[in-house]
């Protein structure tokens, strides 16, 4: 076979363990042969932008599922729906959140808005973006009424849960749709053990992906729309116009049996779950160095909530950078995070984990924390630890779109200061961009960057793949 089907395979029998995406986690089976239903738009199979028929059926379960008034299948993952959603509902201006995906700001980008930020607020303790304040939203829209939509991602990346009632309220008394980037929470609802999902707290665009925390595919999702503030013409107009002509029938089949799946026996496996979720986290109160975030973070720095499903494991007092402690699950332990930040490791986990992997996992950072106790002083612990994970703030000279259109010349990073970036630098994941065109890059950027390499991350982003020039305005 070609060379990629021998490495994919070969790394399915290695035996190393997925706390990362997607969520089936290897464990669903299906024994066909995926050439033989790779299809294209034929007689009785109906058509993805035009549906009337089968996957009309198949988008109204997921309807029901979900409790919204609309719902699309996404083939083209999070992103398709993200870009579609800000491109129907802005022409001029929106409002973002700063620890969106970088989706976000390729639709500004695209449709050439002009953006105001509203930011996170920092959880200290373990360097988390913490969640969004509803009254700096209401304050934004209050000082720029020419805002058209407000864009917010919740959870984030790290399991944080934004007060997504109240900003919905908040934008609605000022006739704009709330757009919500739940793509690492389309696992919420269905369980009393997890946060409920935006379609019910009155967001107007939901978008899910199903392969982060549910057994389905890699780079499906779905996108739902409700109430009357969005033009949802321009959605299914732009959802065309984002997605393949072309979609896979292979993965619109997997998002039908995703849902066919938790309709059916989602009561029981997230019961199962939430056990094996709770069962790690009493037993992570042994550890004595390494720090498993919890439910405590709620109630400070506007987290409204937390998702469990997201293990942070905060190296924060171990003098070693989150990177570190990845690389030693991986060549010790044969178990694979999601990501690596500064100062923590995130392990991603769904209802397809078994006891097993929870039991590996377990014990494998019990492992290496009686490590760190055991060869490293109590100063040794204190270093490292200087990264500062969490959103940039920088200055806004011009727009993205004016910014990536003009001539540019490329500089040395260390050597760009005070420069207007024209492109984009951020760690991926979780994929926030630390700064987009338009923006003037200063010391205080440069110098987490700088952190950043010296305990051997990688920034992507930038036309130069070493990650030592920059793309800068002329």
């Given at each position: 076979?070609g060379e990629l089907?021998d490495?994919?395979?070969?790394?399915g029998?290695s035996?190393?363990?997925?706390?990362?995406?997607?969520?089936?986690?290897r464990?669903?089976?299906?024994?066909?042969?995926p050439?033989?239903i790779?299809?294209?738009?034929?007689?009785?199979?109906?058509?993805?932008?035009?549906?009337?028929?089968?996957?009309?059926?198949?988008?109204k379960k997921?309807?029901?599922?979900?409790g919204?008034?609309?719902?699309h299948?996404?083939?083209?993952?999070?992103?398709?729906?993200?870009?579609?959603?800000?491109?129907?509902?802005?022409?001029?201006?929106v409002?973002?959140?700063?620890?969106?995906?970088?989706?976000?700001?390729?639709a500004a980008?695209?449709?050439?808005?002009?953006?105001?930020?509203?930011?996170?607020?920092i959880?200290?303790e373990?360097?988390?973006?913490?969640?969004?304040?509803?009254?700096?939203?209401?304050?934004?829209l209050?000082?720029?009424?020419?805002?058209?939509?407000?864009?917010?991602?919740?959870p984030?990346?790290?399991?944080?849960?934004?007060?997504?009632?109240?900003?919905a309220?908040?934008?609605?008394?000022h006739?704009?749709?709330?757009?919500?980037d739940?793509?690492?929470g389309?696992?919420?609802g269905?369980?009393?053990?997890f946060?409920?999902?935006?379609?019910?707290l009155?967001?107007?665009?939901?978008?899910?992906?199903?392969?982060?925390?549910?057994?389905?595919?890699?780079?499906?999702?779905?996108?739902h729309?409700?109430?009357?503030?969005?033009?949802?013409?321009?959605?299914?107009?732009?959802?065309?116009?984002?997605?393949?002509?072309?979609?896979?029938?292979?993965?619109?089949?997997g998002?039908?049996?995703?849902?066919?799946?938790?309709?059916?026996?989602?009561?029981?496996?997230?019961?199962?779950?939430?056990?094996?979720?709770?069962?790690?986290?009493?037993?992570?109160k042994e550890?004595?160095?390494i720090?498993l975030?919890?439910?405590?973070?709620?109630?400070?720095?506007?987290?409204?909530?937390?998702d469990?499903?997201?293990l942070i494991?905060?190296?924060?007092?171990?003098?070693?950078?989150?990177?570190?402690?990845?690389?030693m699950?991986?060549?010790t332990y044969?178990?694979?995070?999601?990501?690596?930040?500064?100062?923590?490791?995130?392990?991603?986990?769904?209802?397809?984990?078994?006891?097993?992997?929870?039991?590996?996992?377990?014990?494998?950072?019990?492992?290496?924390?009686?490590?760190?106790?055991?060869?490293?002083?109590?100063?040794?612990?204190?270093?490292?630890?200087?990264?500062?994970?969490g959103?940039?703030?920088?200055?806004i000279?011009?727009?993205?779109?004016?910014?990536f259109?003009s001539?540019?010349?490329?500089?040395a990073?260390?050597?760009?200061?005070?420069?207007?970036?024209?492109?984009?630098?951020?760690?991926?994941?979780?994929?926030?961009?630390?700064?987009?065109?338009?923006?003037?890059?200063?010391?205080?950027?440069l110098?987490?960057?700088?952190?950043?390499?010296?305990?051997?991350?990688?920034?992507?982003?930038?036309?130069?793949?070493?990650?030592?020039?920059?793309?800068?305005?002329k």
């Amino acid at each position: 076979m070609g060379e990629l089907f021998d490495k994919l395979a070969n790394y399915g029998n290695s035996g190393i363990y997925p706390f990362h995406m997607p969520g089936h986690k290897r464990q669903k089976t299906v024994d066909f042969n995926p050439y033989k239903i790779d299809i294209t738009e034929i007689e009785g199979f109906d058509n993805l932008h035009h549906a009337e028929g089968v996957l009309l059926e198949a988008q109204k379960k997921a309807e029901k599922l979900y409790g919204s008034e609309e719902s699309h299948f996404l083939i083209n993952g999070s992103t398709a729906g993200i870009l579609s959603a800000v491109s129907a509902c802005a022409k001029k201006t929106v409002l973002i959140a700063r620890n969106c995906h970088k989706a976000v700001y390729h639709a500004a980008l695209i449709r050439n808005l002009d953006v105001y930020y509203v930011y996170p607020e920092i959880q200290e303790e373990f360097m988390l973006n913490g969640g969004i304040n509803p009254a700096d939203v209401e304050r934004s829209l209050e000082e720029h009424p020419e805002i058209e939509a407000v864009v917010i991602t919740s959870p984030t990346y790290d399991g944080i849960v934004s007060d997504v009632k109240r900003i919905a309220e908040i934008a609605h008394a000022h006739k704009k749709p709330l757009i919500v980037d739940e793509a690492h929470g389309a696992h919420f609802g269905f369980s009393k053990y997890f946060p409920e999902n935006s379609v019910h707290l009155g967001a107007d665009i939901v978008i899910h992906s199903l392969h982060k925390t549910l057994p389905s595919y890699t780079q499906t999702a779905l996108i739902h729309i409700n109430g009357k503030l969005v033009d949802r013409q321009k959605v299914r107009m732009f959802l065309q116009m984002y997605q393949t002509s072309s979609p896979s029938y292979i993965l619109m089949a997997g998002i039908d049996e995703c849902i066919r799946y938790v309709e059916e026996q989602g009561t029981d496996a997230f019961d199962k779950f939430a056990e094996r979720l709770d069962r790690i986290y009493k037993r992570a109160k042994e550890f004595r160095s390494i720090h498993l975030v919890d439910e405590s973070v709620v109630g400070k720095n506007s987290i409204y909530d937390f998702d469990r499903s997201k293990l942070i494991f905060s190296v924060k007092k171990c003098g070693i950078a989150g990177n570190e402690l990845q690389k030693m699950l991986l060549r010790t332990y044969n178990i694979e995070m999601e990501m690596a930040a500064g100062n923590y490791v995130l392990a991603l986990t769904s209802l397809c984990d078994t006891d097993q992997g929870f039991h590996r996992l377990f014990y494998a950072v019990k492992g290496i924390d009686e490590q760190i106790n055991r060869f490293q002083t109590t100063e040794s612990k204190k270093e490292g630890n200087w990264i500062e994970d969490g959103v940039t703030r920088n200055t806004i000279i011009c727009t993205m779109n004016k910014a990536f259109e003009s001539q540019k010349e490329s500089v040395a990073l260390q050597e760009s200061e005070g420069r207007i970036s024209g492109e984009f630098l951020y760690l991926y994941p979780p994929g926030i961009p630390m700064i987009v065109p338009g923006e003037k890059i200063d010391g205080m950027l440069l110098k987490r960057l700088e952190a950043y390499k010296k305990k051997g991350f990688q920034v992507q982003g930038l036309k130069d793949y070493e990650g030592k020039k920059i793309e800068v305005v002329k």
